[in-house]
């Protein structure tokens, strides 16, 4: 039965959705109906289409008691918004429906697997918020809550284990038919670690043991994981709280990490061999990942930063955008990503320069727009390496959003500091490339309100929202010393015809 809360919360958003022009919106990034977007959960595919759930404010355009969003898509780039999935309507919920994930049964249903909270109080008068694991069934459309939640409590955690943070549950089905989950946890000193459950009907859970530990390394406590194989290898992804950058990695804080090792399903054991970030700019966070039903492992992640979403405009009434659903590989024992090839059927009005020597500032003919795919070829003129190469999109006379390139030290920055922000908020992300090459190719996606920066066909990632207004679309070139630049530019279109 549909509860009040849920059936409020329907309404409203239906309410205040049509009051939001499509202008106004990201055009293929999945942005919030209304109110306050966070994490991804749920990221499946169920009855031939996608399925997306977020973390969920409908009623403001900050974080507060969090429902489940939910939409759906054919193509990953063209979503269609379903009612609210998920509501915080029962006693082990009632503070949120935290982040999660979602199955499908053999029996036919979806299976959603998340993190309830409810508060108690402490016997000093203040407040924690207790959390546990809890199931919803349903159809792609309406979903129950088990009558036995929550599945996973106290009762399931290793000794020495925090059950205020115990959270974000990620499901996978074995060969034999049999589920498996992870799920985040800390020690009572705040140290992050993975656990996993198993479960032969997803319904009865039990611990099997501690996946990965922190030990101090990274951070603090640890969100969002999520565990696959991945070309021969096991990744697992995660997002620490407050961690320290390490060189050029790790700079965000809360950011993204990567894990890459082997796993030995017999004992459950992860070994790791690798580490590094997963993007490497400003806004990217709490990633999710499917194997799409053509064999490709795609992630898509909260394209927003901790330390900067709380400063926004309260007078759009939307606030949070998911970033470009991106393909996963491994190259040369490193994590890299590319943007999914549906992209390439929003492709239109190519425009190609080849061979472009220049220093200084350059502007090219039809070089411009805020809903674009550009690729460049970056290489010397000449004999000698310039300095610093730079391109500034979403640019006029006042504004600029530029990502830069310095070839002796090896660094490409993404910098947003005179976009308009009015805020000392975090403008700047810097990536360190590691390449032989002289040349450098950058692939630049932009979206109304983001870049996304794929360097070196995905060895590195830098993503950022920015807030300049959409009819700001100038893009030029900059060069200390002589350039030689390749471009090739598409415009991406709506031409997304649904059957």
Not at 368 to 395: C, N, S, W
Request: aromatic residues 12%.
């Amino acid at each position: 039965m549909t509860s009040q809360i849920l059936r409020d919360a329907r309404k409203y958003e239906e309410e205040m959705e049509r009051r939001i022009a499509k202008a106004v919106r990201p055009s293929f990034h999945l942005s919030a109906r209304v109110g306050w977007m966070n994490d991804p959960n749920g990221f499946s595919f169920y009855k031939g289409k996608y399925h997306l759930f977020y973390q969920y404010n409908p009623y403001d355009t900050h974080w507060s008691t969090m429902h489940w969003a939910h939409a759906v898509s054919e193509d990953l780039l063209h979503w269609e918004n379903l009612p609210v999935a998920l509501a915080p309507d029962m006693d082990y919920d009632k503070d949120g429906c935290f982040s999660g994930n979602a199955i499908s049964l053999l029996d036919g249903r979806q299976l959603l697997m998340y993190t309830g909270v409810a508060k108690e109080t402490l016997p000093d008068g203040s407040k924690r918020e207790v959390q546990t694991q809890c199931i919803a069934v349903g159809d792609g459309m309406e979903y129950e809550k088990y009558i036995q939640n929550p599945v996973l409590d106290e009762r399931h955690l290793p000794e020495n284990a925090s059950r205020y943070d115990f959270r974000d549950p990620k499901l996978w089905r074995e060969t034999d038919g049999s589920y498996r989950c992870v799920v985040a946890n800390c020690t009572q000193n705040k140290d992050g670690r993975i656990l996993l459950y198993s479960s032969q009907d997803g319904f009865s859970w039990k611990y099997e043991g501690i996946l990965a530990e922190n030990r101090g390394r990274f951070g603090m406590m640890w969100e969002c994981p999520d565990f696959f194989e991945l070309d021969g290898r096991q990744v697992l992804l995660t997002s620490p709280q407050d961690m320290m950058p390490q060189g050029f990695e790790y700079h965000n804080g809360n950011g993204t990490l990567c894990l890459i090792g082997m796993y030995d399903k017999q004992t459950g054991a992860f070994t790791e061999q690798s580490n590094q970030a997963v993007d490497y700019g400003i806004d990217f966070y709490a990633p999710q990942t499917i194997l799409t039903p053509d064999g490709r492992r795609v992630m898509i992640g909260w394209m927003q930063n901790w330390d900067t979403c709380t400063i926004h405009c309260d007078e759009r009434p939307w606030f949070g955008q998911m970033s470009l659903p991106r393909e996963l590989f491994i190259r040369n024992g490193r994590l890299c990503q590319r943007p999914i090839h549906e992209l390439e059927q929003m492709h239109d009005q190519k425009v190609e320069y080849k061979n472009v020597m220049f220093t200084d500032v350059l502007k090219l003919e039809g070089i411009q727009g805020r809903k674009i795919d550009m690729e460049l070829t970056i290489q010397p003129g000449d004999h000698t390496m310039y300095h610093k190469f730079a391109v500034r999109f979403a640019q006029n006379d006042t504004y600029q959003t530029s990502i830069s390139y310095r070839p002796h030290e090896s660094i490409v920055k993404v910098d947003r500091k005179h976009s308009g922000s009015r805020r000392a908020i975090i403008h700047q992300r810097r990536c360190l490339v590691k390449s032989t090459e002289k040349a450098i190719k950058l692939r630049i996606i932009l979206d109304q309100f983001s870049v996304e920066v794929f360097v070196n066909d995905g060895d590195y990632v830098l993503s950022a929202t920015f807030y300049t207004d959409p009819i700001v679309d100038g893009i030029s070139f900059f060069a200390d010393g002589l350039v030689c630049m390749n471009v090739v530019k598409y415009d991406l279109i709506d031409n997304y015809k649904k059957e």
